[in-house]
């Protein structure tokens, strides 16, 4: 036929015909009577015989079967270094974690000056007429957040009292955590001065980390959208808290509170806006001070408190309106700011936390 045919034997095996066995298929009765008239062989040579004519007679009922051409088969060679060893997979591998950048970095907030000088020459003026800011901060992560739910809807000499007796029932500075909280009865905070919500707040805190959605050591090493995302889910916290949070107590150089009334009002007065900017335009007027918009920030809180009006931070810094589902927005963005603010005594947002800056 040209190409090579394999026959297929009842065995399994393979093998290929050849001409021989074609014809000795067809002398096969002729051979079959020569040997009548021959001697007996021996059974060595019977089987041999036996054996040739069955090999012809399958070669002959298999010859309708359809042939293949043969195909080769590479063996690929792997060498062992692909491979790791067991020894190499049982050795654990170290997670590197890059914690997000901070404005008390060495050289940081030099580095932030020089950004918003070069890009901003308004700000310039501002940050020539003024001493830097000083971001220092003494407390663990969730001792800030706790004194932020304390320090809310009152005034600062009010809210330092009650946080002095709230760090006294835990047993010291050192002993605001979580488990301590927690154990504190509604009735105990009644005592010294902390109302029923903010007990509650203070309770909803310390239950995330016990169960272990926030710690202070995965809140260090959020980004700031996860953080705001994690740190809005507890009672009592809203937006404006957060964002003072991460300014004044993580460092963080680019948050921008665009619900702050005081950097709103001091962006209107930097850039001699006819209207207070609106939360939705602060994203845009901002946009050059990236990555350091913290630090513009408390710029225009400066800027406020240099014309004569108070940095009261804005209602959203201090008081929390509690929603349907258990959940709390900041007053800034509740709808009802200018009324809150006439019937309230508000915390300047930096004096409101005195440790960090």
């Known amino acids: 036929m040209g190409e090579q045919t394999l026959t297929t034997f009842a065995t399994g095996s393979v093998a290929p015909p050849s001409s021989s066995s074609a014809s000795s298929s067809s002398s096969a009765p002729a051979a079959s009577t020569a040997s009548n008239d021959r001697k007996p062989s021996s059974p060595s040579s019977s089987s041999a015989a036996n054996s040739s004519v069955s090999g012809a007679a399958v070669s002959s009922s298999t010859s309708s079967k359809i042939y293949f051409r043969s195909r080769k088969i590479r063996r690929s060679s792997v060498s062992s270094s692909e491979f790791p060893d067991d020894d190499a997979l049982k050795k654990p591998r170290l997670a590197v974690i890059v914690l997000p950048h901070s404005l008390s970095d060495p050289g940081e907030l030099d580095s932030a000056l020089r950004h918003l000088r070069t890009a901003d020459l308004l700000l310039a003026s501002l940050i020539d007429a003024y001493v830097p800011p000083v971001f220092q901060n003494l407390d663990t992560p969730f001792h800030s957040l706790a004194r932020s739910i304390l320090y809310q809807q009152l005034a600062l000499k009010a809210a330092a009292s009650i946080h002095s007796r709230f760090v006294s029932l835990c047993g010291g500075e050192d002993s605001v955590v979580p488990d301590a909280v927690i154990s504190l009865t509604p009735q105990q905070l009644r005592q010294i001065g902390v109302s029923g919500r903010k007990a509650s707040y203070l309770h909803d805190l310390a239950r995330k980390y016990q169960s272990g959605i926030l710690s202070d050591s995965a809140i260090v090493a959020m980004d700031d959208r996860s953080l705001f995302t994690m740190l809005t889910m507890v009672k009592g916290i809203g937006p404006w808290s957060v964002h003072m949070f991460m300014i004044f107590s ?87 700011l200018q009324t809150r603010q006439s019937h309230a005594q508000l915390v300047d947002s930096i004096q409101m936390l005195p440790n960090l800056g």
């Open 250 to 336: 993580l460092h963080r150089p680019d948050v921008l509170p665009i619900g702050d009334l005081g950097v709103r009002k001091g962006v209107q007065m930097l850039y001699g806006l006819s209207d207070i900017p609106k939360p939705s335009q602060m994203e845009q007027l901002c946009e050059r001070w990236r990555p350091y918009r913290s630090v513009g920030a408390w710029y225009m809180w400066r800027l406020m408190e240099s014309k004569g009006t108070s940095t009261m931070a804005s209602a959203g810094a201090v008081m929390v309106s509690p929603v349907p589902g258990g959940a709390s927005v900041d007053a800034e963005s509740s709808g009802d």
